[in-house]
Nanobody, 115 residues
Framework: QLQLVESGGGLVQVGGSLRLSCVAS???????LGWWRQAPGKEREFVSA????????NYADSVKGRFTVSRNNARNTVFLQMNSLKPEDTADYYC?????????WGKGTLVTVSS
């Protein structure tokens, strides 16, 4: 049973940057990892994902070219570097770990982009 804890959220101005981290309580070397976000009153949407060996990386069209996902299996950590932030990026950001039929979610970290 994995526990995931996100950090790094906060308030940033349009065009600014934030780096989110998600630390797992155990080994994640065999898990695919991902980031999702949810704004108030909206559905949770996919942001990015990275395979267990980091050979396959995917991004939502809305963040492609601005966000970068990476992982450090030795530290049981996944990162999301967020650049050129826009107001529409404002949301709670959640990390996810997936292995076979098991899904694990963090409790989220809030990112607010202000103008």
């Amino acid at each position: 049973q994995l526990q995931l804890v996100e950090s790094g959220g906060g308030l940033v101005q349009v065009g600014g940057s934030l780096r989110l981290s998600c630390v797992a309580s155990g080994r994640i070397s065999e898990h695919a990892l991902g980031w999702w976000r949810q704004a108030p009153g909206k559905e949770r949407e996919f942001v990015s994902a990275i395979s267990w060996n980091a050979h396959i990386i995917n991004y939502a069209d809305s963040v492609k070219g601005r966000f970068t996902v990476s992982r450090n299996n030795a530290r049981n950590t996944v990162f999301l570097q967020m650049n050129s932030l826009k107001p529409e990026d404002t949301a709670d950001y959640y990390c996810q770990a997936t292995k076979f039929g098991m899904d694990y979610w963090g409790k989220g970290t809030l990112v607010t982009v202000s103008s």
